[in-house]
T-cell receptor, first 112, second 117 residues
Framework: GESVGLHLPTLSVQEGDNSIINCAYS??????FIWYKQESGKGPQFIID?????DKRQGQRVTVLLNKTVKHLSLQIAATQPGDSAVYFC???????????FGTGTRLQVTL | EAGVAQSPRYKIIEKRQSVAFWCNPI?????LYWYQQILGQGPKLLIQ????????DSQLPKDRFSAERLKGVDSTLKIQPAKLEDSAVYLC???????????????FGDGTRLSIL
């Protein structure tokens, strides 16, 4: 079946550097994508979203890029901080029932 | 704004026993979701409600799982009887829009961690 996946299961970044977390999706009909951050023992926390009619969206220290040609989504975190350490999931909206399909996640480790 | 509330936070039961989880969504959110998250994986949708009606329960193992949202606010998810493979975190989420989530993201509670012995 169609699914959302991530290229790197673990990413180590030095504090202060920029982080880039990648995600590939396979459903060309998906028109809405969300990045979530999940800390240990917590539920997924909304970070940023993007619709398919956009190719870039910026938030506070985060940017999401969408490349529909190659079905690729990325999350960029500027000046990565220790508090950014978590598992990051991308999710895509599929179908007409607001159903989100999640990937398996990328663990971001911030080293001092 | 208060977030999605879930209880209990942890539950340990033996296989073949029953268990129930409770969720109170964000006030005003018409759509409520239950997800199962197995360790090391992303959340998987079990059931979606819009107000008190079921929108999607295609992934719910109906022989043992049931869920209700009788008054269109709180919801309960039940497992009876539990199996070892049901060990997971059960997450509840809610969203504002009653239809496509295109403009409104889902907001999650912190989940109930279920361990089956």
């Amino acid at each position: 079946g169609e699914s959302v996946g991530l290229h790197l299961p673990t990413l180590s970044v030095q504090e202060g550097d920029n982080s880039i977390i990648n995600c590939a999706y396979s459903n060309s009909a998906s028109d809405y994508f969300i990045w979530y951050k999940q800390e240990s023992g917590k539920g997924p926390q909304f970070i940023i979203d993007i619709r398919s009619n956009m190719d870039k969206r910026q938030g506070q220290r985060v940017t999401v890029l969408l490349n529909k040609t190659v079905k690729h989504l990325s999350l960029q975190i500027a000046a990565t901080q220790p508090g950014d350490s978590a598992v990051y999931f991308c999710a895509e909206n599929t179908g007409t029932a607001s159903k989100l399909t999640f990937g398996t996640g990328t663990r971001l480790q911030v080293t001092l | 704004e208060a977030g999605v509330a879930q209880s209990p936070r942890y539950k340990i039961i033996e296989k073949r026993q029953s268990v129930a989880f409770w969720c109170n969504p964000i006030s005003g959110h018409a759509t409520l979701y239950w997800y199962q998250q197995i360790l090391g994986q992303g959340p998987k949708l079990l059931i979606q409600f819009q107000n008190n009606g079921v929108v999607d329960d295609s992934q719910l193992p109906k022989d043992r799982f049931s869920a209700e949202r009788l008054k269109g606010v709180d919801s309960t998810l039940k497992i009876q009887p539990a199996k070892l493979e049901d060990s997971a975190v059960y997450l509840c989420a809610s969203s504002l829009r009653p239809d496509r989530a295109s403009n409104q993201p889902q907001h999650f509670g912190d989940g109930t961690r279920l361990s089956i012995l």
